[in-house]
């Protein structure tokens, strides 16, 4: 559990600060029936996004980025895109994220892939030394 939440917190900065991939959008409400639920939310500054998990692997819900820069506050919209099955205990949700507001520091757009545990509690993964922050972790499959 350790390795995949270090990863996917090494793999969300390495998205935010390399990815240059096109992402295809996902309609808002898929009318597909929900399956499960899913919740990022970064303690302090940083990304927050939740919503279902469709039976046609679409992702609702919404959610934003926001910090702080030198040159002015910086907000992205988190645009929900598609999940799959990683593994049999994990998931992987694809985003895209939109320049709202201030500096465009990651370019008008960037792509997002996150694989989390399915665990139906929320996890807490927290980057240390040093203590750069944490977030707390939820999928859950109904």
């Given at each position: 559990m350790r390795r995949l939440?270090?990863?996917v917190l090494s793999g969300?900065?390495?998205?935010?600060?390399?990815?240059?991939?096109?992402?295809?959008?996902?309609?808002?409400?898929?009318?597909s029936p929900a399956i499960g639920t899913y919740t990022v939310s970064d303690h302090g500054q940083g990304?927050?996004?939740?919503?279902?998990?469709?039976a046609d692997h679409t992702l609702g819900g919404a959610g934003s980025i926001s910090f702080s820069t030198p040159d002015g506050q910086v907000v992205y919209l988190i645009e929900p895109l598609s999940w799959s099955w990683y593994d049999a205990q994990d998931v992987t949700l694809n985003f895209n994220n939109i320049h709202l507001q201030?500096?465009?520091?990651?370019?008008?757009?960037?792509p997002l892939t996150l694989i989390l545990p399915v665990s139906g509690t929320p996890l807490d993964a927290c980057v240390q030394p040093p203590n750069i922050g944490c977030t707390t972790l939820r999928v859950t499959i109904h």
């Amino acid at each position: 559990m350790r390795r995949l939440i270090g990863g996917v917190l090494s793999g969300l900065v390495l998205a935010l600060v390399a990815s240059s991939a096109t992402a295809v959008g996902a309609a808002a409400d898929s009318g597909s029936p929900a399956i499960g639920t899913y919740t990022v939310s970064d303690h302090g500054q940083g990304g927050w996004t939740g919503g279902p998990l469709y039976a046609d692997h679409t992702l609702g819900g919404a959610g934003s980025i926001s910090f702080s820069t030198p040159d002015g506050q910086v907000v992205y919209l988190i645009e929900p895109l598609s999940w799959s099955w990683y593994d049999a205990q994990d998931v992987t949700l694809n985003f895209n994220n939109i320049h709202l507001q201030g500096p465009a520091v990651f370019g008008s757009s960037f792509p997002l892939t996150l694989i989390l545990p399915v665990s139906g509690t929320p996890l807490d993964a927290c980057v240390q030394p040093p203590n750069i922050g944490c977030t707390t972790l939820r999928v859950t499959i109904h």
